[in-house]
């Protein structure tokens, strides 16, 4: 048993993110907020704070980042996606847990893998950004088919 130096932060899902999730996937529709959140979860490591406003301001900070991820793991299609993304809005669609202590029971390694969240990939060059979509052309292969979509603009 180990204990890790990071809060844990989840989103529960409200009734605006299950009707937009369902109007993508309607086939695949949840019936109930309850199902949604026993099923879809993430879990999210974020720094130890001391006080619960240092959680507040935290979250005033990066909402756009958990937000962003959510909505890029169901769709890569940005036009699918709410506009002008806001504080207000995250808490509209998002009831927000954060969890103090993080235990480890597992035997092996953490990897420490230094990726991006998702919208971290919109701070890439437009040159390589435009180099890699000349090198993609015509290639069907399934590493080219997952297209990164723009950030939304606020």
């Known amino acids: 048993m180990k204990f890790i130096n990071r809060f844990s ?19 695949e529709a949840f019936a109930s907020l309850e199902e949604i959140n026993e099923t879809e979860k993430t879990t999210y490591l974020i720094p130890v704070f001391d006080e619960d406003s240092e959680i507040e301001e935290y979250l005033e900070e990066n909402f756009e980042q958990f ?12 036009e699918t996606w709410p506009q002008d993304i806001t504080i207000e809005m995250f808490y509209e669609w998002f009831d927000v847990d954060v969890t103090p202590m993080v235990v480890d029971y597992g035997d092996e390694e953490l990897i420490d893998d230094e990726s991006e969240g ?30 990164l979509p723009k950030r939304p603009s606020n």
């Open 9 to 27: 932060l989840h989103l529960h899902y409200k009734l605006p993110y299950l009707n937009w999730y369902n109007s993508i996937f309607p086939e």
């Open 67 to 78: 937000f962003i991820d959510e909505l890029f793991g169901v769709s890569m299609a940005q």
């Open 118 to 147: 998702f919208s971290d990939f919109w701070d890439e060059d437009e040159d390589e950004n435009e180099e890699n979509k000349n090198n993609q052309a015509g290639d069907d292969s399934e590493d080219n088919i997952r297209q």
